[in-house]
């Protein structure tokens, strides 16, 4: 058991939370909680911390999944240091970052559904046939962790095929970032690009349509349909899309507002035009 504030693993943990180039020297980020290490995929789990105070009820509950990786307990109060959040639950693992390229995201394929005859559930199977309503998500450099992770839960929940930040985006690797994403880090592609513009021209080489949301829009969202291939582009919380980046889009759209409201947050309006895509695909 770990009892020493200054164990190698201890600093490691807390560096690894503080500092991106730590994360990125060694291709890990930290994820707290419970039900973060209980949707990990085993196989990108590099270790586990678990304080003592949880270390019996959680092999209870994990114990098949604990046992197949790498694990050590913490003394509480050394576990409360490594930790990032105010009410540790407990348990720390340690992730393999994700690596994705824009050729991946480009050659999504269909899923279909089936019914697992052991469990009797519903279940994802992947396809063949690659998708002809791909559906993605620009970011041009949005500051907030916790926008950047709401982006990706609403993302996850519409079935976007990929998320696209511009380089001085927020690191997604960011301990309040991973927590707001409530696990779908884990599941929706993303890459971050260091000419933005560029890879707009590449999603519009593959007949992809590229909306920007602007204040200032010739139609508002509601106007166009995003039935085919589409993606929207979305700008900083405050200072919204650069207009040599908003150049680069084939439409630019607007959500109508009343009282004295200006703009709205950046996941939010990522939420309005996500879903009117989502309910166009169902119904269309």
């Known amino acids: ?43 990108r789990i590099e270790r586990v911390y678990l304080a003592k105070r949880v270390e019996e009820e959680l092999r209870e509950t994990y114990g098949k999944k604990l046992d197949q990786v790498k694990c050590e307990t913490v003394a509480d109060d050394v576990f409360d240091r490594m930790s990032d959040t105010k009410t540790p639950q407990g348990l720390l693992t340690l992730v393999r970052q994700y690596h994705y390229r824009l050729e991946e995201l480009l050659v999504r394929t269909q ?16 396809g063949g046939v690659r998708k002809k309503n791909l559906l993605y998500l620009i970011v041009e450099d949005m500051q907030d962790p916790g926008n950047l992770g709401t982006i990706f839960r609403t993302g996850e929940a519409v079935g976007v095929d990929g998320i696209i930040m511009s380089n001085h985006t927020v690191d997604i690797y960011n301990p309040k970032t991973i927590r ?28 992809i349509c590229v909306y920007a949301a602007d204040l200032h829009g010739e139609k508002y969202y509601d106007e166009c349909d995003y039935c085919g291939a589409a993606a929207f582009l979305i700008g900083n919380e405050g200072k ?45």
Do not use: W
Request: some cysteine; overall charge positive; charged content about 25%.
């Open 1 to 43: 058991m770990i009892t020493s504030f200054s164990n190698k693993s201890v600093r490691e943990v807390i560096q690894l939370t503080q500092k991106a180039k730590a994360r990125n020297r060694q291709g890990v980020f930290v994820v707290e909680g419970i039900k973060m290490f209980g949707e990990a995929p085993v196989e």
């Open 111 to 126: 899923s279909r559904k089936i019914v697992d005859k052991n469990t009797g559930r519903s279940v994802s199977v992947i």
């Open 180 to 207: 707001s994403t409530m696990g779908a880090i884990y599941r929706v592609p993303f890459i971050y690009t260091e000419d933005l513009c560029s890879t707009i021209q590449e999603l519009q080489k593959n007949n």
């Open 240 to 284: 919204g899309l650069r207009e040599e980046t908003a150049a680069y889009a084939d439409k630019r759209i607007s959500i109508p507002m009343e009282g004295s409201v200006e703009s709205l947050n950046a996941a939010a309006a990522s939420t309005v035009l996500l879903y009117e895509a989502y309910r166009q695909r169902r119904h269309g």
